[in-house]
């Protein structure tokens, strides 16, 4: 039992530090990069690693560090927003079919599993076909998607709460049923909920890179680590760095996620 | 020498504990004692005492995290600590037999009974043809006191009543007539009429087989009932121990004289008149402040099949009762009588109900059963009472709640410090008095109790009926008490309306009813009364 504690102990802190590793990159590419990410300088093309450019360049010359810091940045961004709009839509669904239950309950949890029966790379390639790519749709169409697992998780801690005495006798005392739904139960689903948003940056995270990776995402000049995945391709084996370190940013941040996650 | 032999269980200096890195966390700190062939031996606690540790270590079954830092258990002169897992489960089941609390999770859900009860005897008589063992199930199961054993035996556990299942795991455990039966709270979980039937039995099988018996319980009815020793543990320690008749006449330590004091007892001689109820009667009014006539509430059964016959159950069948103001009145019933769902439709908590209620008081406020469910656990012990203010619209200021909460957690016998505190880090006696808080701070007359000294121990269950008697006095409140324990409410109403599979049987008031009860049922309830 005691070893278990202390597993715990050290997956957070471990994840705590790699996530703390990419926050401390994304924050300081946020004022400072060490070069323009964009410029270009062709010179230095797909140049190896060096003092100067510790990630090395690609194959306009630009610096795979700065790109790297405000690819990252992007990714996150895109993440953050995912989830709070997932989330946030997400749990208001949650709350209302749990809470409510009957015909709403019904309908909104149909139009949930339909949602749920695609897969969701596909559903956001159709969205982002339709819209038109780039950051701001990328963005809506998988938040759209990332509703119904919110949905999902959210309603059934509802369903367990709303028929614990402390909501009784909230009903009783004359609270009105949004005050019950959001004041008194949902702050008894924190941890189920970090859990899921959690959770779900890591396939926000996961999924930008994937759309950005097939053009969908991000457009150039912008950087976004699945556009580098993508642009790194053709030069894996002569500058194989170009591919290596938004890759393991991505690898990283998840991880570190995860780690603190379980813990 | 005679002496020596009879001795079936020798406990010597048990201390054991849940051990986390530094700490030892003691839970029994050096027990001993004896239990002798064929003895009822009663273990009485609270919770936290060790009762149930205890039983578990004899058994084998205690929890993993579990260390014993020293001491023997000592049966038929062999220490259990020293033997073998083989050993040992060559005792489990033959020799030492144990039934639990909860008669839900104690079975196997997806096994039927015939099945599970044959388990023991493939473990322990393996030379049986299956007709033997089918034969030898039917005997044990007819001597629990079940019928129709040959239909019984291919039903699964929910088919059947809690104390129907008790029994089943009586007859599970005694198939194989064992010396020693360990019984951890047996009846706790039953209906009083139940549990007077089971304690029958479990004297009956001792009477018959020579079985000794562990009795752990924190009720000191049931100890009293059928021990003839008894242990009195407090804080993983023996308080005392001695023959049942002595602890209860003269107790010696001034644990076991609070214990006895805090149950409540029913005074046939004084009628049941207690003191403060006289006091009331001469102050009562005579306004009615609750009327509930031909009250009916049913459920609808899910439909069987694709038959659009709608079957219903009728959970409250035309009640009629009525509360004056000032007065405490009284609904015993046991499970499944209509008293929690008769209080919820009073309340206005269920929609469907036919009939008619008039509730004079605007907002009537209620406390549950279970101190662990009724408070909103996310939010500190503030908020929770701060939050029936805020709700009620009356307009105060930041300031006046405040001031209203401070003054309700001094009146309820709370440090105002407890404002800031969580929920886990409160008994359930300081949480019952919170809920307790939360119905009496926005000046409500009219209170329903529902159960609400059922879930703590016998000596907080004393302190918090003590507390309700006076706020009753003070605030000059009505009370509807729901109890299924008559002590309890002999103590507190002055009223009673007997409930019955959802009719009202008998009503009459307190003295009444203890002296002269004119239902059957009513007289059934009484002699189980322990």
């Not at chain 1, 959690?198 to 759309?211: K, S």
């Not at chain 2, 924190?218 to 002595?246: F, P, T, W």
């Not at chain 2, 009719?503 to 002269?516: C, R």
């Amino acid at each position: 039992m005691n070893i278990r504690k202390d597993q715990k102990q050290l997956s957070r802190i471990l994840g705590a530090v790699l996530v703390g590793l990419v926050a401390a990159f994304v924050i300081i590419g946020i004022f400072y990069t060490p070069y323009d990410p964009n410029e270009m300088n062709s010179a230095l093309k797909n140049a190896a690693p060096t003092f100067s450019h510790p990630f090395g360049t690609d194959n306009f010359g630009r610096d795979i560090l700065s790109r790297v810091m405000t690819g990252a940045k992007t990714t996150f961004f895109v993440a953050i927003t995912t989830i709070i709009i997932g989330g946030g839509i997400g749990t208001f669904i949650g709350a209302l079919t749990g809470y409510y239950g009957g015909l709403l309950d019904e309908v909104l949890m149909r139009i949930n599993d339909g949602l749920t029966s695609f897969p969701s790379i596909l559903l956001a390639l159709i969205f982002v076909s339709v819209v038109g790519a780039g950051k701001y749709n990328v963005i809506l169409a998988l938040g759209i998607i990332f509703v119904p697992s919110f949905a999902r998780v959210i309603r059934s801690e509802f369903i367990q709460y709303k028929e614990m005495d402390f909501v009784k006798n909230a009903k009783l005392m004359g609270a009105g049923d949004f005050r019950i739904m959001f004041v008194h139960i949902l702050p008894n689903t924190r941890p189920i909920l970090l859990s899921s948003l959690t959770i779900g940056f890591n396939n926000a995270v996961l999924a930008e890179a994937g759309m950005s990776y097939l053009q969908l995402g991000v457009q150039p000049p912008d950087a976004s680590l699945g556009r580098m995945l993508s642009e790194a391709q053709s030069f894996l084996f002569n500058a194989p760095w170009y591919a290596l370190a938004p890759g393991f940013m991505i690898v990283v941040t998840v991880l570190g996620f995860s780690l603190i996650n379980e813990s | 020498m005679q002496e020596k032999e009879d001795i079936l269980v020798k406990v010597e200096g048990l201390t054991l504990g849940f051990p986390v890195r530094k700490e030892k966390n003691t839970v029994i700190d050096g027990i001993s004692f004896s239990l002798k062939q064929g003895e009822i031996l009663g273990l009485v606690g609270e919770s936290g005492s060790g009762k149930t540790m205890t039983a578990l270590a004899i058994a084998g079954l205690l929890p993993e995290a579990a260390k014993v830092f020293e001491g023997k258990i000592i049966f038929s002169s062999k220490n259990l600590f020293n033997l073998k897992q083989q050993e040992l489960r060559q005792l489990k089941g033959r020799e030492i037999s144990m039934i639990f609390q909860e008669p839900m999770t104690s079975l196997n859900p997806v096994m039927t009974i015939g099945f599970q009860i044959e388990e023991m005897l493939l473990l322990h008589e393996r030379g049986l043809s299956p007709e033997k063992r089918k034969t030898k199930i039917y005997a044990a199961l007819e001597e629990a006191g079940l019928k129709d054993v040959k239909e019984l035996y291919y039903k699964y556990p929910h088919q059947l009543s809690g104390g129907m299942r008790q029994r089943v795991m009586i007859a599970m455990a005694m198939i194989c007539k064992p010396r020693l039966l360990i019984a951890d709270e047996p009846t706790t979980a039953l209906d009083v009429t139940i549990q007077a039937q089971i304690l029958k039995l479990l004297k009956k099988l001792q009477k018959e087989h020579n079985t000794a018996i562990l009795l752990i319980s924190h009720d000191l009815g049931v100890i009293r009932h059928i021990c003839s020793r008894a242990l009195v543990m407090k804080n993983g320690k023996i308080e005392e121990q001695g023959l049942v008749e002595e602890i209860f006449f003269s107790p010696r330590t001034s644990y076991t004289k609070e214990l006895i004091e805090a149950v409540p007892v029913i005074d046939k001689e004084m009628g049941g008149i207690n003191v403060s109820s006289v006091s009331l009667k001469n102050s009562n009014s005579e306004k009615v402040i609750l009327s509930v006539k031909d009250l009916e509430v049913r459920y609808e059964e899910k439909a069987k099949g694709f038959l659009k016959e709608k079957s219903y159950k009728q959970v409250v069948n035309r009640v009629s009762l009525h509360l004056l103001e000032g007065e405490s009145l009284g609904i015993v019933g046991e499970s499944g009588s209509g008293k929690t769902t008769l209080a919820k439709a009073v309340l206005g908590l269920i929609d469907n109900w036919k009939g008619d209620i008039k509730l004079v008081e605007k907002s009537p406020r209620m406390v549950f059963q279970d101190p662990y469910q009724s408070l909103n656990p996310s939010k500190k012990v503030g908020w929770i009472l701060e939050e029936p203010l805020k709700l009620s619209g009356s307009g105060y200021r930041k300031e006046e709640r405040q001031n209203k909460v401070d003054n309700i957690l001094t009146r309820i016998g709370l440090n105002v410090s407890y404002k800031d505190r969580y929920l886990s880090q409160l008994s359930g006696g300081q949480r019952q008095r919170i809920a307790i808080g939360v119905a009496l701070i926005q000046n409500s007359k009219f209170i329903v109790l529902d159960e609400p000294v059922s879930a703590l121990d016998v000596t907080v269950q004393a302190q918090i009926l003590n507390l309700l008697k006076e706020l009753r006095e003070e605030y000059k409140l009505s009370y509807l008490f729901i109890s299924h324990d008559l002590k309890v409410i002999h103590k507190m109403c002055d009223r009673v309306c007997v409930m019955y599979q959802g009719e009202i049987v008998e009503e009459a008031s307190v003295s009444e009813l203890f002296t002269e009860p004119s239902h059957e049922y009513s007289k059934k309830l009484l002699e189980a009364v322990l």
